[in-house]
């Protein structure tokens, strides 16, 4: 009898994200029971493991950077996976978080958490447990390596599927026209 074939690790996170990219993931609807067959999720929003396995074969990275936290957790998927894939538009330029960055920190934190009107004795929250925000978004290039970059808000399921298919068949993944899109 045959050794049943290891599974590959996956990890994902959602940093600066709003979830969307995940929810196209589980979009692939009744292929996930496929893909199980031949994965199994590591550290991600869709299990309780906390931390990155040491020996994870692909880390999936949906949103950009915007806190201390963020850029801690991409160099750990970044440390202990062989593969990054940068899913959606906020991981590969920062998407519509950075357009945060016209305006400067202090005077976007001075408007939500003090001046707006119906705040009653608001001020900018400075709980140490709280990760520092950023001054501006980035793109997770800019902080470390991506291997793949999957454009989209979010990508569609078909491309996720398409991507993840070919890496498990040990091939370069290709999206082709159809399902590469930016929006
Ligand atoms: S790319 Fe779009 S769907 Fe994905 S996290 Fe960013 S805003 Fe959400």
Not at 15 to 35: K, N, P, V, W
Not at 158 to 182: F, Q
């Amino acid at each position: 009898m045959n050794a049943p074939k290891k599974k590959l690790k996956v990890a994902t996170t959602s940093l600066a994200g709003c979830f969307g990219c995940h929810m196209s993931l589980l979009d692939i609807d009744e292929r996930l029971f496929t893909l199980l067959e031949h994965i199994e999720f590591d550290r991600s929003p869709l299990t309780d493991i906390k931390t990155v396995s040491p020996d994870c074969d692909i880390g999936i990275i949906e949103g950009g950077l915007c806190n201390a936290e963020n850029v801690h957790v991409l160099r750990e998927f970044r440390d202990n996976c062989k593969i990054l894939i940068a899913i959606g538009a906020c991981a590969i330029n920062g998407g519509l978080p950075a357009q945060r960055n016209h305006l400067p920190l202090t005077t976007i934190l001075e408007e939500v958490y003090h001046t707006s009107p119906g705040l009653s004795n608001g001020m900018i929250p400075n709980d140490p447990e709280l990760p520092l925000p950023l001054n501006k978004v980035h793109p997770i290039h800019e902080v470390v390596k991506i291997d793949y970059f999957m454009p989209g808000c979010p990508p569609s399921a078909d491309a996720i599927w398409k991507v993840l298919t070919d890496l498990l068949a040990g091939k370069e993944p290709e999206l082709g026209h159809g399902l590469m899109h930016y929006d």
